[in-house]
Structure formats: structure tokens, C-alpha cells
């Protein structure tokens, strides 16, 4: 499961970061959603894999190992939200700046003469 994983987060940062330097700003905007959820997943596996576990310790004495940890699924959600936030944002800057300049060109330049 670690090594899908892995794969996983490195073709989503490779994609990622191979959209953001493309000239378009739309592929742009993709290139960052693709890192976040590359972040995202990252947050998630630095917080341990484990399936079938509840995330609360009960009262009494509990063994650390048994129980997820809830503290990188709070923070997945959280950017989560602020991602989508983003996205929406550089999506509206977007339809302004082709609508204000004509071209979806980061430069704001055609690179044909």
C-alpha cells in the first residue's frame, strides 16, 4: 500500500509541477490542484496508514499504535476547503484577465509574432 501511495504522490507532483510551467493559465491553475492533492496525500501518509482504527482514545491507558491519528485528516480537510477556495478565485481572475487582455496567455502574450 506504501509504494502505490508513493507512486501516487510523485506522478501527482510530477504532473503538477510539469502543468504550472505551462504558458496557459488554465494549465496553470490545474498544475496547483494537482499539487495540493499531492499535499494532501502526503499529510495523510505522514499520519500513519492504518484502516479499521477509530481516531479518538477512549478513557484509560490505550496504546498509541491502535488508534489513527485524527490531527492530519483535520488538516487534509482544512486544505481541502482552502484549496477549493483558491481554485475558484484563480478561476474568476482568470475569466477577467481574458477577458481584459484576450489571451489566457501567464505572460499576457500570444507567442506566436
Known amino acids: 500500500m506504501e509504494i502505490v501511495l ?3 504522490i510523485g506522478v501527482l507532483t510530477a504532473s503538477g509541477l510539469w502543468l504550472l510551467f505551462r504558458p496557459r493559465t488554465f494549465q496553470v491553475i ?3 490542484s494537482l499539487l495540493s492533492y499531492a499535499v494532501n ?3 495523510i ?3 500513519r496508514l492504518r484502516t479499521d482504527a477509530p481516531p479518538i482514545v477512549g478513557k484509560g491507558p490505550a496504546d498509541p499504535a491502535a488508534y489513527a491519528d485524527p490531527l492530519p485528516q483535520a488538516l487534509v480537510l482544512t ?3 482552502i484549496s477549493f477556495a483558491t481554485t475558484a478565485l484563480l478561476v474568476v481572475v482568470l475569466m477577467a484577465s481574458r477577458g481584459l ?3 489566457d496567455h501567464v ?3 500570444d507567442g506566436e509574432p
Do not use: M, Y
Request: no cysteine; aromatic share 4%; glycine share 20%.
Open 101 to 103: 487582455t484576450g489571451t
Open 79 to 81: 486544505a481541502i476547503v
Open 45 to 47: 501518509a505522514a499520519g
Open 30 to 32: 490545474l498544475g496547483l
Open 6 to 8: 508513493s507512486l501516487a
Open 41 to 43: 496525500l502526503f499529510i
Open 107 to 109: 505572460d499576457g502574450e
